[in-house]
């Protein structure tokens, strides 16, 4: 297998601001390169995304920007299988950064190792990077790209006709999770809306949730287990605008937070 694995870390909940960047090149099953840079966003950090990684604006200040590592990420990609933990994230931070330097993503075909994983391990419970990192004796003080190589590697070992295809093959519409629900599902569970919801207000809705057991919040945090997203925001979504909770619902997910992001039509009737 040739693919390059791919890790990005943002200084704060916006796409454009990538502070990192790490590469790792794999040729014929075998790992013959690798590349790791700060990149310096001209941005606020924000202390939970330093918390998580552990950037620092002082590490990255005297570091390349984002339209100067351009040139070099673009020979990178370019005409690969470029492979990341969480393809909806990584593809979108990359297109709003070189929107923002007026520069067009890499062409590429994009992998992801996270909905892979959902599918294929099906008694597992925890899809973290390092959850999974474990799980197939992968050692954790690797780099996080380095990470990613390696495990698509031991799919290839594990998984008998494993082939790049079934990381890149999910469709660019987003994927939302799709259980079979009952109302014991919802009870305990940190549950937000995103958009105006079809027949019914915010507060219904929010009592609806209540009575079953659900937990109720206008805002995604770390402890949200769910967030909902009415039809039109999900319409909204899949033609490239997001709400700044799905941004953030997404972001969780892409540092391991098991966030569901569910669209309203398939839960309508527990919230009439």
């Known amino acids: 297998m040739d693919f390059i694995a791919l890790e990005i870390e943002t200084a704060n909940q916006w796409r454009d601001s990538i502070c990192s960047i790490g590469l790792v090149k794999v040729k014929n099953d075998k790992i013959i390169d690798s590349l790791f840079t700060f990149i310096n966003p001209n941005q606020p950090f924000d202390e939970y995304y330093i918390a998580q990684h552990g950037i620092t604006e002082e590490m990255v200040k005297f570091s390349p920007t984002f339209e100067e590592f351009y040139p070099l990420l673009n020979k990178w990609l370019t005409n690969q299988t470029v492979v990341g933990y969480y ?43 390092l959850t999974l990192a474990h799980l197939f004796g992968i050692p954790l003080h690797l780099e996080r790209a380095e990470i990613i190589a390696n495990l698509v590697l ?51 809705a929010a009592k609806k949730i209540r009575s079953i057991g659900g937990i109720f919040s206008n805002t ?53």
């Open 154 to 204: 031991s799919f290839e070992e594990k998984f008998k006709e494993f082939t790049l295809h079934d990381l890149t093959n999910s469709s660019k519409k987003i994927a939302s999770h799709n259980p079979i629900f009952t109302d014991s599902y919802f009870q305990g569970k940190n549950i937000v809306f995103t958009g105006a919801l079809e027949g019914v207000t915010r507060s219904m």
């Open 220 to 272: 995604v945090t770390k402890q949200t287990n769910i967030l909902i997203v009415s039809n039109s925001s999900w319409a909204k979504a899949e033609s490239g605008h997001k709400s700044s909770k799905f941004h953030k619902a997404e972001q969780f997910q892409s540092m391991g937070y098991p966030i569901e992001i569910i669209q309203e039509e398939k839960i309508r009737p527990y919230l009439k």
């Open 87 to 129: 393809r909806n994230y990584d593809q979108s931070v990359l297109e709003e950064s070189c929107l923002s330097i007026n520069q067009l993503v890499p062409f590429c075909k994009f992998g992801c190792i996270l909905q892979f994983a959902r599918n294929k391990l099906n008694n597992e419970r925890h899809f973290s990077l």
